[in-house]
């Protein structure tokens, strides 16, 4: 059975950092791209960025490039994103989601989600 | 603003068919056929009901499907039923520096 298992959010001074992990189980993980994607309270779903199975490639959405860093260590079967300079407007839940497709770069389209972890940005 | 338009909500019998829009450009949902259509309800992730424009994934009714004109992508389900009703986002691969974009949602309402 596939599992993602989100850790790591929780609430965050603005310009502050916070370390997200996604335990991931059920299936051959470095085979896969892995994504993760983020809803503010009450509103839609926002691609923030990708990962190869490799981790040779790395993509992220305009809104949070050059301050979030996706990594992923295979030997473990986690995924991760060094969220810095954080601001209210990363305040939302954050999921990872694994793409339907082995061997390709980029995740997007995705089979499994996890659970989702509240990153929340205040003072 | 979305990069992707849906409307913002939708209602409809139960028994009935409704069919979902969303419209892009040719450097997303025109260009490629890397659409997908996900379902949420409140609290929980999404689920993966439509990709690659029309592919069911194993385990989704055959009551959803999908479909492409031009630079719109459409999700429809036919015979609605109560579980159906749920928020529904469209997503696509783009051209553009963020390379994957969500709809911003529709809300479906089965009366």
């Known amino acids: 059975e596939v599992q993602l298992l989100e850790s790591g959010g929780g609430l965050v001074q603005p310009g502050g950092s916070l370390r997200l992990s996604c335990a991931a189980s059920g299936f051959a993980f470095n085979n896969y791209a892995m994504s993760w994607v983020r809803q503010a309270p009450g509103k839609g779903l926002e691609w923030v960025s990708g990962i190869s199975g490799s981790g040779g490639s790395t993509y992220y959405a305009d809104s949070v490039k050059g301050r979030f860093t996706i990594s992923r260590d295979n030997s473990k079967n986690t995924l991760y994103l060094q969220m810095n300079s954080l601001r209210a407007e990363d305040t939302a839940v954050y999921y990872c989601?694994?793409?339907?497709?082995?061997?390709?770069?980029?995740?997007?389209?995705?089979?499994?989600w996890g659970q989702g972890t509240l990153v929340t940005v205040s003072s | 603003q979305s990069a992707l338009t849906q409307p913002a909500s939708v209602s409809e019998s139960p028994g009935q068919s409704i069919t979902i829009s969303c419209t892009g450009s040719?450097?997303?949902?025109?260009?490629?056929?890397?659409v997908s259509w996900y379902q949420q309800h409140p609290g929980k992730a999404p689920k993966l009901m439509i990709y690659d424009v029309s592919n069911r994934p194993s385990g989704v009714s055959n009551r959803f499907s999908g479909s492409k004109s031009g630079n719109t992508a459409s999700l429809t389900i036919s015979g609605l039923r109560a579980e159906d009703e749920a928020d529904y986002y469209c997503?696509?691969?783009?051209?553009?520096?963020?390379?994957?974009?969500f709809g911003g949602g529709t809300k479906l309402t089965v009366l």
């Open positions: 997503s696509s691969y783009t051209s553009s520096s963020t390379p994957v974009v």
């Open positions: 989601a694994k793409d339907t497709r082995e061997w390709e770069v980029l995740a997007d389209r995705f089979d499994y």
């Open positions: 040719s450097s997303d949902v025109g260009g490629y056929n890397s």
